[in-house]
């Protein structure tokens, strides 16, 4: 069977011209003749506003092996995780290392550093937060209990420790929390259905309960569709709740781009003094972080020659 790796959105700070033909169509057209169309969900209205979000739906949470690689999927043959069975604790797939590209602004190692993802997946972020940054907090907030169970039976995830919340939960609910406001450094969104042909929770009130979440400085990395509809409404409501200051990696996976949103002072540093701090993200991760540095540079306009944002 040929695995199909999940899509997600082509992202663009400030707004900026999509690249690409068919990008540059959907950002004109919304939801013009060429988009594929979405299957209808029930929605529930937002906490804030009369904005609506979409009810999730579960599905059997089923697994699949190739060349080592263990997958977890929801029923079909789109990917929601991976993991390499000789290195459980590694990250595996691209897209899901550069959700930790937050690490290019933020250390670990500050005091009560705090990480958390939205959607649990097979447990590849969690997994890999928690071992190797030994200071940090790390929450994962997680709808489908059949994914927990299959984080822990499946995919090597460990108990809750004093480090470790694994919490059965909607993430709209975590992120409309009073109590999570400026709770968290990095926050890690990747919410998929068994579709996967779109962010379950989208909505310009969902985003801003994000940015709430966030401490000073803090970064938002999440997983986004590029060959989808959804691509215009994301980029114009992440840009909204974030006041435009949206970085975005080039499409990996045929189709996932992760971007980036940031919370807090504005970032004015040369592209050097990101390459130093890339280098030093490398040699205590592996992960490739000057690899990140170089296609952010050259993916997000105007930020050539050096980082303002």
């Not at 009810?55 to 697994?63: E, G, H, L, N, Q």
Request: proline share 5%; net charge positive.
């Amino acid at each position: 069977m040929t695995l199909l790796k999940r899509k997600s959105i082509e992202a663009e700070a400030s707004r900026r011209p999509a690249r690409g033909a068919r990008a540059q169509r959907r950002m004109a057209q919304g939801d013009g003749p060429d988009a594929e169309p979405r299957e209808d969900k029930p929605a529930r209205r937002g906490a804030q506003g009369d904005e609506k979000r979409m009810t999730p739906r579960f599905a059997p949470v089923t697994f699949s092996e190739m060349d080592g690689v263990r997958y977890l999927h929801f029923g079909t043959e789109w990917v929601q995780g991976a993991m390499r069975l000789r290195k459980p604790d590694a990250i595996e797939l691209e897209y899901a290392q550069q959700m930790m590209a937050w690490l290019l602004f933020l250390s670990p190692s500050a005091p009560d550093f705090h990480v958390a993802q939205l959607g649990l997946g097979a447990a590849a972020l969690t997994k890999f937060n928690h071992r190797q940054f030994s200071r940090a907090r790390v929450t994962a907030v997680e709808l489908n209990p059949a994914v927990i169970v299959a984080g822990r039976s499946m995919f090597g995830l460990r108990e809750d420790d004093t480090r470790l919340r694994v919490l059965e939960q909607d993430a709209w609910d975590y992120v409309m929390d009073a109590a999570h406001t400026g709770s968290v450094d990095a926050l890690q969104v990747d919410l998929y259905d068994a579709t996967a042909r779109g962010p379950v929770l989208d909505t310009t009130a969902f985003y801003r309960a994000c940015r709430r979440v966030l401490k000073a400085p803090g970064v938002m990395t999440i997983n986004l569709f590029g060959d989808h509809d959804s691509f215009p409404k994301n980029i114009v409501r992440i840009c909204d709740a974030f006041d435009n200051r949206v970085l975005v990696f080039p499409e990996v996976h045929d189709g996932n781009v992760i971007a980036l949103a940031f919370n807090g002072p504005v970032i004015d540093v040369s592209w050097e003094v990101l390459e130093a701090r890339a280098k030093v993200v490398e040699t205590t991760t592996r992960l490739p972080a000057r690899d990140w540095v170089a296609k952010l540079r050259a993916a997000n306009a105007r930020q050539e020659e050096r980082l303002r944002i």
